[in-house]
């Protein structure tokens, strides 16, 4: 499985971004799929993840409310909308995929829980 992440840019606070992962290889379907970002010095962290298993979507407390994760079949891609931007949003975002999707919910929440790693994308936030 191939991810292209890509999407990401300079916006000021409180604007809007969509990034978008585009998968090939394989289709998102029968696939955990998921968000993480990394500022500069720190490790990367969990944003969002979609659960193939019973369908739901999560999202870290920090973005919840404010990002939404979406997926195209029909386009093998997935979204994540992101809203009311922060400055402390400001990182690299990395879209990923469990394939196929065995890891247990709360190993979602850590990077080693996915198999394959878009090349990330960088968001700026920033007046």
């Known amino acids: 499985v191939q991810l292209q992440a890509y999407g990401g840019g300079l916006v000021q606070p409180g604007g809007s971004l969509r990034l978008s992962c585009a998968a090939s290889?394989?289709?998102?379907?029968?696939?955990?799929m998921g968000w993480f970002r990394q500022a500069p010095g720190k490790e990367r962290e969990f944003v969002s993840v979609f659960r193939w298993n019973g369908g739901r979507t999560y999202y870290s407390d920090s973005v919840k409310g404010r990002f939404t994760l979406s997926r195209d079949t029909a386009k093998n891609s997935m979204y994540l909308q992101m809203n009311s931007l922060k400055p402390e949003d400001t990182a690299v975002y990395y879209c990923?995929?469990?394939?196929?999707?065995?890891?247990?919910?709360?190993?979602?929440?850590?990077?080693?829980?996915?198999?394959?790693w878009g090349q990330g994308t960088l968001v700026t936030v920033s007046s």
């Open positions: 290889g394989r289709t998102l379907s029968n696939v955990n």
């Open positions: 990923a995929v469990d394939v196929p999707p065995l890891t247990i919910l709360s190993g979602l929440w850590s990077a080693s829980g996915y198999d394959y």
